[in-house]
């Protein structure tokens, strides 16, 4: 079965530099959540689209913004990159209409370090 | 607001015994669902086990079994005669009804290590 697709998986970056990282959803799939997950740390929500629409946002630094494309693949834009940006970012989709009782899929995540 | 507590940092269990991960969760909305988590030290998320606030019995998923105390606001994952790829970081975390986005809030989660 197809799951959620992330790329890149790993990511190398300066400070102040701009990283864009991509989630390709399960098909058929509407929903889109963006988690990061620092060093040690629980997973912290940043951001999720329903329908290509942003539906949620949580701990999301302006730096960073997110979209979700007709093709529903979601791309999350990291700019002016900070040390404390080092993390691994998940993405996860799930069906809306599942509710709280909806599993969501997490995609294998992206691990970047900013140096 | 949701929250996730899990009191236990870091376990020890051997190997073929069972060992129960504690979660006690704090919500005023009556539907909502509690997941658990594994993530290797390779760092994927792996779904292992699912519980509906309004489920009348136990979830259970082969080796792993939810104990659902629903007055108690815990669900505590349990997991029968572990194994060594057992070792890992378990993640519980909860959605509510009437957080209309269902995002996931996750506990600090809580470390295994299986012994030979």
């Known amino acids: 079965a197809a799951g959620v697709i992330q790329s890149p998986r790993h990511l190398i970056k300066e400070k102040r530099e701009t990283a864009t990282l991509k989630c390709y959803p399960i098909?058929?799939?509407?929903?889109v959540y963006w988690y990061q997950q620092g060093p040690g740390q629980d997973p912290q929500f940043l951001i999720s689209?329903?329908?290509?629409?942003?539906?949620d946002k949580g701990s999301i630094p302006d730096r960073f913004s997110a979209q979700q494309f007709s093709d529903y693949h979601s791309e999350l834009n990291m700019s002016s990159l900070e040390l404390g940006d080092s993390a691994l970012y998940f993405c996860?989709?799930?069906?809306?209409?599942?509710?709280?009782?909806?599993?969501?899929?997490f995609g294998p995540g992206t691990r970047l370090t900013v140096t | 607001a949701q929250k996730i507590t899990q009191t236990q940092p870091g376990m020890f269990v051997q190997e073929k015994e069972a060992v129960t991960l504690d979660c006690t969760y704090d919500?005023?909305?009556?539907?909502?669902?509690l997941f658990w988590y594994k993530q290797p030290s390779s760092g994927e998320m792996i779904f292992l086990i699912y519980?509906?606030?309004?489920?009348?019995q136990n979830a259970t998923e082969g080796r792993y079994s939810l104990n659902f105390q629903k007055a108690r606001k815990s669900a505590n994952l349990v997991i029968s005669a572990s194994q060594l790829g057992d070792s890992a970081m378990y993640f519980c975390?909860?959605?509510?009804?009437?957080?209309?986005?269902?995002?996931?809030?996750f506990g600090s989660g809580t470390r295994l290590l299986v012994r030979p």
């Open positions: 689209f329903y329908e290509k629409m942003q539906s």
């Open positions: 519980q509906g606030s309004y489920d009348q």
């Open positions: 975390a909860m959605k509510s009804y009437r957080d209309s986005s269902y995002k996931l809030i």
């Open positions: 996860a989709s799930s069906l809306k209409a599942a509710g709280v009782y909806g599993e969501q899929y």
């Open positions: 098909p058929r799939h509407d929903t």
């Open positions: 919500t005023s909305d009556p539907s909502y669902g």
